[in-house]
């Protein structure tokens, strides 16, 4: 199965800050890598598929870049509904794999 | 509005069985393959089945494999997952989500399964 490694595992930061989460897959995916919100007690939200497709409704301060391995997820100017933890998926090959997920603090 | 609902978690002792269910109404349920996620508590997410539309592929992780069966209905609009031996590291909040082209762009809100030993 393909690894998927996030880093870090957590952050902390002040509203407007950029911020940028990277994932690191353990063999070629393409671009075939999603990240996703997720808010406690809730379901993940997507946010970017593709490595770099902005999903529906999604603030475009959020963006993603990457192919093959290395990947990042970038917020531009972190908002206070942004306080969450974020996930990567890689989709390339079953079975789909996620990173071990990312907490973005309040600093 | 897309709803997806899953319900049958529960308490259930190690080596029980449970059977999810997820109701999927709003959207052309036959058209979207389906996934079984997982979260342990305060834990990462886990991908656990997929299906497809036409349930031709089926798709299992390896630590469920053998143990766990994912079926659909689609003149039901829903999707089962069929847990059996269950372990205590089964212990999780279970979602189900649908996928076309994009990842799964919607999740359910999930129904818990705890170990009940």
Same mark, same amino acid.
Request: aromatic share 12%; proline share 4%; hydrophobic share 35%.
């Given at each position: 199965?393909?690894?998927?490694?996030?880093?870090?595992?957590? #952050? /902390?930061?002040?509203?407007?800050?950029?911020?940028?989460?990277?994932?690191?897959?353990?063999?070629?995916?393409?671009?075939?890598?999603?990240?996703?919100?997720?808010?406690?007690?809730?379901?993940?939200?997507? #946010?970017?598929?593709?490595?770099?497709?902005?999903?529906?409704?999604?603030?475009?301060?959020?963006?993603?870049?990457? /192919?093959?391995?290395?990947?990042?997820?970038?917020?531009?100017? #972190?908002?206070?509904?942004?306080?969450?933890?974020?996930?990567?998926?890689?989709?390339?090959?079953?079975?789909?794999?996620?990173?071990?997920?990312?907490?973005?603090?309040?600093? | 509005?897309?709803?997806?609902?899953?319900? @049958?978690? @529960? $308490?259930? %002792?190690?080596?029980?069985?449970?059977?999810? *269910?997820?109701?999927?109404?709003?959207?052309?349920?036959?058209?979207? *393959?389906?996934? &079984?996620?997982?979260?342990?508590?305060?834990?990462? $997410?886990? &991908?656990?089945?997929?299906?497809?539309?036409?349930?031709?592929?089926?798709?299992?992780?390896?630590?469920? %494999?053998?143990?766990?069966?994912?079926?659909?209905?689609?003149? %039901?609009?829903? $999707?089962?997952?069929?847990?059996?031996?269950?372990?205590?590291?089964? =212990?999780?909040?279970?979602?189900?989500?649908?996928?076309?082209?994009?990842?799964?762009?919607? &999740? @359910?809100?999930? =129904?818990?399964?705890?170990?009940? *030993?």
């Amino acid at each position: 199965a393909i690894q998927m490694t996030q880093s870090p595992s957590s #952050l /902390s930061a002040s509203v407007g800050d950029r911020v940028s989460i990277t994932c690191r897959a353990s063999q070629g995916i393409r671009n075939d890598l999603a990240w996703y919100q997720q808010k406690p007690g809730k379901a993940p939200k997507l #946010l970017i598929y593709s490595a770099s497709s902005l999903h529906s409704g999604v603030p475009s301060r959020f963006s993603g870049s990457g /192919s093959g391995t290395d990947f990042t997820l970038t917020i531009s100017s #972190l908002q206070p509904e942004d306080f969450a933890t974020y996930f990567c998926l890689q989709e390339y090959n079953y079975p789909w794999t996620f990173g071990q997920g990312t907490k973005v603090e309040i600093k | 509005e897309v709803q997806l609902v899953e319900f @049958g978690g @529960g $308490l259930v %002792k190690p080596g029980g069985s449970l059977r999810l *269910s997820c109701a999927a109404s709003g959207f052309t349920f036959n058209t979207y *393959s389906m996934n &079984w996620v997982r979260q342990a508590p305060g834990q990462g $997410l886990e &991908w656990v089945s997929a299906i497809s539309s036409t349930s031709r592929y089926i798709y299992y992780a390896d630590s469920v %494999k053998g143990r766990f069966t994912i079926s659909r209905d689609n003149d %039901k609009n829903s $999707l089962y997952l069929q847990m059996n031996s269950l372990r205590a590291e089964d =212990t999780a909040m279970y979602y189900c989500a649908r996928y076309l082209v994009t990842p799964p762009d919607f &999740w @359910g809100q999930g =129904t818990l399964v705890t170990d009940s *030993s």
